[in-house]
C-alpha cells in the first residue's frame, strides 16, 4: 500500500487549505483514514481522522475549523482546514489504519510521505 498526499504549501493566517491523500492497494474495508502532523522536537499528534464505517474524530486544536472527509470507493481522504493559525503550521502525514472484520485488531498501520503545510503570521 502506497499513500499519496497532496495539497501543502504556505497560507496566512485565516486563510485555508486542502490536503488529499489517495491510498493504492488493498486497504480493506474495515480501516482509519486520517491526518497527523508533527513539529520538530514534537510528537506526531491527530488532526483529524475518519473511519469507513463513517465515525470521525478531530483533535480538540482543530474542531471546527478543519473538516475531514473521505471516499470509500476511490481510497482518498481529505483535510479542508480553515481559518488556519500559525500554530497549525506542521508537516502532514496521511495515515491508514487496518483492521480486521470486526474492528478487533490493527494488521497495518501506512504512513504517507508528509507535506508541509506553513502558515504565516
Known amino acids: 500500500v502506497q499513500l499519496q498526499a497532496s495539497g501543502g504549501g504556505l497560507v496566512q493566517a485565516g486563510g485555508s487549505l486542502r490536503l488529499s491523500c489517495a491510498a493504492t492497494g488493498s486497504i480493506g474495508t474495515r480501516n482509519t483514514m486520517g491526518w497527523y502532523r508533527q513539529t520538530p522536537g514534537k510528537q506526531r499528534e491527530l488532526a483529524a481522522s475518519?473511519?469507513?464505517?463513517?465515525?470521525?474524530n478531530h483533535a480538540d486544536s482543530v474542531k471546527g475549523r478543519f473538516t475531514i472527509s473521505r471516499d470509500n470507493a476511490k481510497n482518498t481522504v481529505h483535510l479542508q482546514m480553515n481559518s488556519l493559525k500559525p500554530g497549525d503550521t506542521a508537516v502532514y502525514y496521511c495515515?491508514?489504519?487496518?483492521?480486521?472484520?470486526?474492528?478487533?485488531?490493527?494488521?497495518?498501520?501506512?504512513w504517507g510521505q508528509g507535506t508541509q503545510v506553513t502558515v504565516s503570521s
Open positions: 475518519k473511519t469507513s464505517a463513517g465515525s470521525t
Open positions: 495515515h491508514v489504519e487496518v483492521r480486521s472484520s470486526y474492528w478487533e485488531r490493527i494488521l497495518n498501520n501506512y
